[in-house]
């Protein structure tokens, strides 16, 4: 089993910045894609941010230029740097991992991973 556990989020006014982080943890061979996706009230999950292990990022067009991803793939851990918030960027925030992980057979298996969710709220 492999657990996501985030941490960041909160509240901030319009045009300032939040950091979250995610770090992963469990019986992990490798972690193809980690990430982020966000759900606002009323509407479906979407891609805010991914990168690979091998450094290739995704944003959703909303917010490039505003928001960085980070990886550190010796440690699990992903960070989204988020500035210049707006109140439209206001959801809850779910950490993303594509895992090959190592199964107690000793196979690897590739399985998706979510965090529980961290709220972000931007008041304007």
């Known amino acids: 089993q492999v657990q996501l556990v985030e941490s960041g989020g909160g509240v901030a006014q319009a045009g300032g910045s939040l950091k979250l982080s995610c770090a992963a943890s469990g019986s992990i061979f490798s972690i193809n894609v980690m990430g982020w996706y966000r759900q606002a009230p009323g509407k479906q999950r979407e891609l805010v941010a991914t990168?690979?292990?091998?450094?290739?990022?995704k944003y959703t067009d909303s917010v490039k230029g505003r928001f960085t991803i980070s990886r550190d793939n010796a440690k699990k851990t992903v960070t989204l740097q988020m500035n210049s918030l707006k109140p439209e960027d206001t959801a809850v925030y779910y950490c993303y991992a594509d895992v090959q992980e190592i199964a107690s057979t000793g196979r690897i298996l590739n399985n998706e991973y979510w965090g529980q969710g961290t709220q972000v709220t931007v008041s304007s």
């Open positions: 990168m690979t292990e091998g450094g290739i990022t």
